[in-house]
């Protein structure tokens, strides 16, 4: 019976072991539009991170000389930049578990993000297209903007070609949260690590909604309240007029990017209670047609594991709630009839 113990146990150690290696060592992430303003320096910070060690860098210009740039760097990730044509695309994306979309325009000086979506539509369609055949199971991540309206299509894209999983695909609104918690540590002057503010919702304009009720700050209000919700709201206008026609935030989004990767790569290799707000296919608001709605969700294995409910609000973030709402379901219809219309 003994030697029956040990042989089981030794038999499970190596299962442990030959799961954790195939675990990390699975992590091929690909970025499309990595030669961008975002996509570099977001391609960095994934090739500093230990948990993936394959990097796939797609973009119609410029691709194979980040890559060979990044490939230097000694961590042990290999790197590798594809041809920007059809067959380097579908190299890139094969066998990705994570694939990061920031390709596509940034705003300019007195532009919303609703004004890119004649650019950005078709190339976020024709990337999901591709991402649905060639990894048509790793998680997609969104970023081009306007987001609101990117994730519904790529939705689309995927539920056409009868693969799409709606644990699988996130928009990203990391950077409304790291924004509110530097904001609101500026003005409470604390430590931002320790500042945890959910923001819901979508990701633009009156659709962000900061939950300062639910922060460590909750009796913050009048003028103080109004100018903090104000500038989480459109902290990305600050950065737009900052770089005065030279784009949108890159860096910081770079950050976001790189932390929304590695909350899911950490759910996926077995971490548990691994939370971050994003913008996914949500039952929260659906009574109201509202199919995507961003919130707190627990990640997992497979990507979505438990969406959190908005939770308690005061009557001044229920009103913010209201006007949010007004605007997503037009962005949402808006992306869907995109496609319908140009499929
Ligand atoms: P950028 O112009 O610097 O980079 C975009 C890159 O995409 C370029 O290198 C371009 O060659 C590439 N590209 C264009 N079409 C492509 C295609 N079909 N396939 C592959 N690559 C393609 O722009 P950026 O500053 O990096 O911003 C990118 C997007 O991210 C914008 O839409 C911007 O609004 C958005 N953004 C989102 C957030 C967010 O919080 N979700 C934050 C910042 C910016
Ligand atoms: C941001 O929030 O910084 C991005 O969505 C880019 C933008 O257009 O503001």
């Given at each position: 019976a003994f030697i029956m113990f040990a042989?089981?146990?030794?038999?499970?150690?190596?299962?442990?072991?030959?799961?954790?290696?195939?675990?990390?060592q699975a992590s091929k992430v690909a970025v499309l539009g990595a030669a961008g303003g975002i996509g570099?320096?977001?391609?960095?910070?994934?090739?500093?991170?230990?948990?993936?060690?394959?990097?796939?860098?797609?973009?119609?210009?410029?691709?194979?000389?980040?890559a060979a740039d990044l490939s230097h760097i000694n961590t042990n990730s290999t790197v590798t930049g594809y041809?920007?044509?059809?067959?380097?695309?579908?190299?890139?994306?094969?066998?990705?578990?994570?694939?990061?979309?920031?390709?596509?325009?940034?705003?300019?000086?007195?532009?919303?993000?609703?004004?890119l979506f004649n650019t950005n539509a078709s190339i976020v369609r024709d990337l999901a297209k591709a991402a649905a055949e060639a990894a048509p199971k790793a998680h997609v991540l969104v970023i081009a903007n306007p987001v609101n309206s990117t994730?519904?299509?790529?939705?689309?894209?995927?539920?056409?070609?009868?693969?799409?999983?709606?644990?699988?695909?996130?928009?990203?609104?990391?950077?409304?949260?790291v924004?509110?918690?530097?904001?609101?540590?500026?003005?409470?002057?604390?430590?931002?690590?320790g500042e945890k503010v959910p923001v819901v919702g979508g990701h633009s304009g009156v659709t962000i909604v900061p939950l300062l009720s639910q922060s460590n700050h909750a009796s913050i209000s009048g003028e103080t309240r109004d100018a903090l919700v104000n500038r989480i709201q459109f902290g990305g206008d600050e950065v737009v007029k900052a770089k005065d026609?030279?784009?949108?935030?890159?860096?910081?989004?770079?950050?976001?990017?790189?932390?929304?990767?590695?909350?899911?790569?950490?759910?996926?290799?077995g971490e548990k209670g691994v939370i971050e707000p994003t913008f996914v296919d949500s039952p929260l608001y659906k009574d109201q047609g509202i199919d995507f709605f961003a919130s707190r969700v627990e990640l997992g294995p497979n990507g979505v594991e438990q969406i959190h409910p908005v939770g308690q609000v005061n009557e001044?973030?229920?009103?913010?709630?209201d006007a949010c709402l007004v605007d997503l379901?037009?962005?949402?219809?808006?992306?869907?009839?995109?496609?319908?219309?140009?499929?």
């Open positions: 042989a089981r146990q030794s038999f499970n150690l190596f299962q442990k072991r030959a799961f954790s290696a195939s675990a990390s570099q320096p977001l391609s960095l910070l994934l090739k500093l991170n230990p948990r993936v060690s394959e990097l796939a860098l797609y973009d119609i210009r410029g691709g194979p000389g980040v041809n920007p044509d059809a067959a380097g695309l579908r190299d890139c994306l094969k066998d990705s578990e994570i694939i990061l979309i920031p390709a596509g325009v940034p705003r300019k000086p007195g532009m919303t993000r609703d004004d994730v519904p299509i790529v939705s689309e894209v995927y539920k056409a070609k009868g693969v799409y999983d709606p644990k699988r695909l996130f928009g990203v609104t990391t950077l409304d949260v924004r509110a918690s530097r904001f609101i540590s500026q003005v409470q002057k604390t430590d931002p690590a026609g030279a784009g949108s935030a890159t860096l910081s989004m770079a950050m976001a990017g790189a932390r929304f990767a590695e909350s899911l790569l950490r759910a996926a290799q001044y973030e229920q009103k913010l709630l379901k037009k962005n949402i219809q808006k992306g869907v009839d995109f496609v319908k219309a140009n499929p």
